[in-house]
């Protein structure tokens, strides 16, 4: 087999693995190191190879380990993190449905509205799809279920609405893309602003819609009269307020040039405890709690870049990327077909797979080809971005399902979620359409605030 040959085998082995269901940071490491351990040998002679352990995958290994560690970027993701589980443990976020359900308590499929809102808010501070529908399906659907509502409904909302942190600022996944890419973070927040925004507000338009042709999925709950207008304006000034402040100073410090990612990272963490301590709600416990699992989560984190950078480099020297990029210049491709080709890519490998893979992987084979196809590489990262929500919302692998599965348990059947939430996919897809006939979604705040952008 030549190196390009092993390296195609390398990649199917690695989904076929995944998808038996073996841990990916650690398959991706050990891949990497197993096939960089072969493409090296190959690479010297036996002489100059000496003992078995003189191999330059080992120091790649080591290199790259590094490189994750001194990553000043990557540096927001633990703050960020940190600033996501106290606000979920200080119960913050339950004040926050509690309001948004009394404050939307008129209109269609109320409590499906406070849920997508309070996911949207809850997933900027957090940023971990898992957290967010975990914590929601625990809060929110209990109550959509004693109000009666269809099962199906109630869960599509949940796990849609879940996956909104990875795209609407500050997300953990844009300061990925812009160290993978090197692009500028504050230019990917700016552009990501308007099409997360947009993406939420088609949702809750759905939902509104829906409910009031087919009221019966979504029955209006019983509401207690003696709360009074005063009292609802009070909660939603103590709940969604300070909660939503923080992250608007959070995403102004940056977009503003303030602040750089990881400093306003710090600045949201340090707000989060104060918003804690405020609801009297911080505790040595929680307070531990947090840490605790900021440490886990950022560990995992650490160790994919790891098993992904290791992979990638692996892949890139046995002449992966370079096979691809040839066989998708060898189509003599229109722009427009390029962006099909590579979103579509993209859709079908976010089935086995997560968007940290996605973008260490295989994003980079797509970049260098942005200049020959006269793409700008903002407004790819953003149909990047959209369409990475599919990842957790496309059947038979749609994680944001099993997360919600795994604490409803026997609550629920799976293929109901499935079915609950096959319209929010459509509903993106959509979305990635309308971004693409009007780039302007994308553009034009990044340009109004920094500039027309010139590669």
Aim: hydrophobic share 55%; with cysteine; glycine share 8%.
């Amino acid at each position: 087999m030549t190196n390009p040959q092993v390296a195609i085998f390398m990649l199917c082995l690695f989904i076929f693995l995944v998808m038996l269901g073996f841990p990916i940071a650690f398959t991706l490491l050990a891949m990497g190191v197993g096939f960089g351990y072969y493409a090296y040998y190959q690479a010297g002679s036996i002489e100059s190879l000496g003992d078995v352990f003189d191999n330059q995958i080992f120091y790649l290994l080591n290199q790259n380990t590094y490189s994750v560690m001194e990553n000043d970027t990557l540096v927001a993701i633990p703050l960020f993190l940190f600033m996501g589980y106290v606000v979920e443990r200080a119960n913050i976020v339950n004040r926050l449905f509690s309001s948004l359900n009394l404050a939307a308590r008129n209109l269609p499929g109320s409590m499906a509205i406070a849920a997508l809102v309070t996911c949207a808010v809850f997933s900027t501070a957090s940023g971990i799809v898992g957290a967010v529908v975990t914590l929601m399906g625990l809060l929110a659907y209990p109550a959509m279920a004693d109000a009666n509502y269809r099962k199906d409904f109630a869960s599509g909302v949940i796990c849609a609405g879940g996956t909104l942190g990875i795209l609407i600022p500050p997300s953990i996944m844009l300061i990925v893309y812009a160290a993978i890419a090197e692009l500028s973070p504050l230019r990917l927040y700016a552009a990501a602003v308007f099409p997360g925004l947009l993406l939420a507000g088609m949702y809750i338009v759905y939902v509104i819609v829906r409910v009031y042709f087919n009221p019966s999925i979504a029955p209006k709950p019983v509401v207690d009269s003696t709360v009074t207008r005063g009292q609802i304006y009070w909660q939603l000034l103590t709940s969604f307020l300070p909660l939503t402040l923080l992250i608007m100073l959070v995403l102004g410090t940056i977009l503003g040039g303030f602040a750089t990612p990881a400093e306003a990272a710090a600045m949201g963490a340090m707000g989060g405890l104060l918003l804690a301590a405020l609801y009297r709600s911080l505790t040595w416990t929680k307070l531990k709690e947090s840490v605790y699992l900021t440490a886990k989560a950022t560990a995992m984190v650490c160790w994919l870049f790891v098993g992904s950078w290791t992979f990638a480099s692996i892949f890139s020297y046995l002449g992966g990327h370079d096979i691809i990029e040839h066989w998708v210049l060898a189509m003599d491709l229109q722009p427009w077909q390029f962006l099909v080709l590579a979103q579509l890519i993209i859709f079908l490998l976010g089935w086995p797979l997560e968007w940290s893979e996605i973008l260490i992987i295989f994003v980079p084979i797509f970049l260098p080809m942005l200049d020959t196809f006269g793409v700008n590489p903002y407004f790819f990262a953003m149909l990047i971005a959209l369409n990475l929500q599919t990842s957790f919302l496309t059947p038979p692998m749609a994680m944001s399902a099993y997360y919600l599965k795994g604490v409803l348990k026997n609550q629920i059947e799976l293929m109901d979620i499935f079915k609950g939430i096959m319209p929010y996919l459509g509903i993106v897809i959509f979305c990635m359409v309308l971004m693409y006939m009007f780039p302007g979604i994308a553009l034009w705040l990044p340009d109004k605030l920094f500039g027309e952008y010139i590669p």
